[in-house]
């Protein structure tokens, strides 16, 4: 049986992806991997697809933006579960897929492991992490 695929177009989030933090400005690594990454891998991760994402389109990428959106993806998930089940795909820019596997994916499962989680620049909704064989809600909580 053929694995399944969902996909992922940048450009329907935005064609002029931002920073990496939602407080330096709109469209930001952050606020993508809350609002689109978490959920459709987790969707993807439940049904055993392989999640596509197609960097294509938008006009050009700050690196932290990916590095922001894959890092929180790889510290949420762990790098093995990335792996597998995520193909990034870019015939425009083919050297940010490289970044992300070799730089970022490895970077940000050393911070997984650390636990030194990622930083929360605005209140998310509810994401998904996946800890000991399950999934858990989290949700950030603002220190006073």
């Avoid at 439940?46 to 389109?57: C, Y």
């Avoid at 015939?91 to 596997?101: D, F």
């Avoid at 050393?110 to 992490?129: G, I, L, M």
Wanted: a negative charge.
């Amino acid at each position: 049986m053929e694995e399944q695929k969902n996909l992922i177009l940048i450009s329907e989030y935005s064609m002029s992806p931002g920073p990496r933090y939602c407080y330096q400005g709109d469209d930001s690594g952050e606020d993508f991997y809350h609002k689109v990454l978490n959920g459709k891998f987790k969707e993807s991760f439940e049904k055993n697809e392989i999640l596509i994402v197609n960097l294509d389109g938008p006009d050009g990428y700050a690196s932290s933006f990916l590095d922001e959106a894959f890092g929180n993806l790889v510290f949420d998930f762990g790098l093995n579960n990335v792996k597998g089940r995520i193909e990034i795909i870019s015939e425009e820019e083919p050297e940010w897929i490289e970044m992300i596997e070799t730089e970022t994916y490895e970077q940000w499962e050393q911070r997984r492991k650390e636990n030194s989680a990622p930083k929360k620049t605005v209140v998310h909704d509810e994401w998904y992490r996946y800890i000991n064989n399950s999934f858990e809600k989290k949700k950030w909580v603002q220190k006073s």
